[in-house]
């Protein structure tokens, strides 16, 4: 007999490092059987194993050029679909019960843009049956399916848009991220071993970070988050620790704001194509890249050149896009690849012109030639070429951040 659920949702979001191995699925369920209590439900998002997606992404390329979207995303899809069915065997092994529902069955519906999907409609009833009867639900990420239940896939980091979409349509009591950091850190820790996790960031802050480069959580998830008042905590799979907060406004007791440090963070990203095009055919070129996620750049006078950058992750073959884009537009536009880019996060630092100058000058010191740079209202970004991304992140967190958490520090 099924019962109403009436109950608070938890939903919890696990990271391909964090399901890479059976024995860390194991692991994964035994958490998430110690953790559930009889007046919580629980749905579980799941990405694909490991470095799954990139070695289906590796066989598409060995069959053959000009790879078809959409049967990418039929491919790609199978790697979380694999997840969520090993997660609920092995929720199921431990006397709970589970269910694995498949994209066609978990009602995210999406636009008909292959490969780089958005989530237009979340309809959950299957999930809310499933919850009733007492499962544990567990959602493959990074997929929906069109009005027309054609496979679509989210792009990079989709799963974290999927759990946050689902969180919102459930009205979930928290959305937690699952990864192998305890939380978000002020750079990335392989690259500066002086990292520090930081307790709590606006949701502002926290997409300025994603949406240049940090890998902890998808920008649009955090949008998502904000715009539908979900929190969201992202925290160790492996270890227990409170994480990184990211209330979707702006805590009024939280300990880490009124000591916070002029830069929050600084990232570091190498996957820049820049499209350099004149005024000429300028219709055409921007609906051959309209696909793609602008990253930075617009259009400047109509006679001047005007720079476009994109992400070579949201493109299947980088190498041959670059060789083959330009013929078609008859010398009207350029590509350069091995870009990249360093971004200083902050809250309101866009609009502080000496954090800028202050910035370029320490970019100078390095002898690092700046392409471009960038201001957005929580962050300045300087497009740079891509072998010099670790050592100017290495170097602006030294400068901007290290004497701030040093200071904070004193008694």
């Given amino acids: 007999m099924e019962r109403r659920v009436s109950l608070q949702v938890i939903v919890q979001k696990y990271g391909g490092s964090s399901v890479s191995t059976v024995e860390k699925i194991r692991a994964v369920a ?23 997606t990139d070695h289906l992404l590796e066989l598409a390329r060995q069959v053959g050029p000009d790879l078809a979207l959409r049967e990418l995303d039929i491919l790609l899809s199978t790697g979380e679909t694999v997840s969520a069915a090993l997660l609920s065997l092995a929720i ?44 544990v639900v567990v959602i493959p990420g990074f997929q929906g399916v069109t009005a027309q239940q054609e496979i679509t896939t989210l792009g990079r980091g989709g799963s974290d848009t999927s759990a946050v979409a689902i969180a919102a349509a459930l009205e979930a009591e928290s959305c937690e991220i699952y990864t192998d950091v305890e939380g978000v850190y002020s750079v990335d820790p392989r690259i500066v071993p002086e990292a520090v996790a930081l307790t709590e960031l606006s949701a502002a802050e926290m997409q300025e970070l994603a949406w240049h480069g940090a890998q902890v959580i998808k920008a649009e ?34 300990v880490y704001r009124p000591h916070r440090a002029e830069v929050a963070g600084v990232t570091g990203r190498k996957d820049l194509i820049r499209i350099t095009l004149n005024g000429s055919q300028r219709d055409e070129i921007f609906a051959a890249v309209a696909k793609y996620d602008l990253i930075f750049g617009g259009l400047n006078g109509t006679a ?97 951040v290290e004497p701030a958490l040093q200071r904070s520090a004193v008694p």
């Fill in 30 to 52: 035994r958490k998430i059987v110690q953790v559930r209590r009889p007046d919580h439900a629980i749905v579980v998002v799941v990405s694909a194993m490991g470095d799954t």
């Fill in 221 to 254: 998830a955090v949008e998502f988050a904000k715009t539908n008042g979900v929190a969201v905590v992202v925290r160790s799979a492996f270890a227990d620790g409170p994480g990184t907060l990211i209330p979707p406004e702006p805590s009024q007791s939280s």
């Fill in 304 to 400: 001047e050149a005007s720079d476009l950058f994109i992400s070579n992750l949201e493109i299947p073959d980088p190498d041959a896009f670059i060789a083959e884009f330009a013929p078609q537009f008859n010398g009207a536009v350029q590509l350069t690849g091995e870009l990249g880019a360093v971004s200083l996060i902050g809250f309101g630092l866009g609009s502080r012109p000496a954090a800028l100058l202050d910035a370029l000058r320490v970019l100078e010191e390095e002898n690092v030639p700046v392409i471009k740079s960038f201001t957005g209202r929580e962050s300045l970004t300087f497009v740079i070429p891509r072998p010099l991304v670790d050592q100017c992140v290495k170097r602006l967190h030294r400068v901007f």
């Fill in 92 to 135: 199921q092994s431990l006397g709970e019960k589970a269910v694995a529902l498949p994209a066609s069955q978990c009602g995210i519906v999406t636009n008909d843009v292959h490969f780089n999907a958005r989530i237009l409609e979340v309809r959950l009833d299957r999930v809310k049956k499933e919850l009733a009867r007492g499962n």
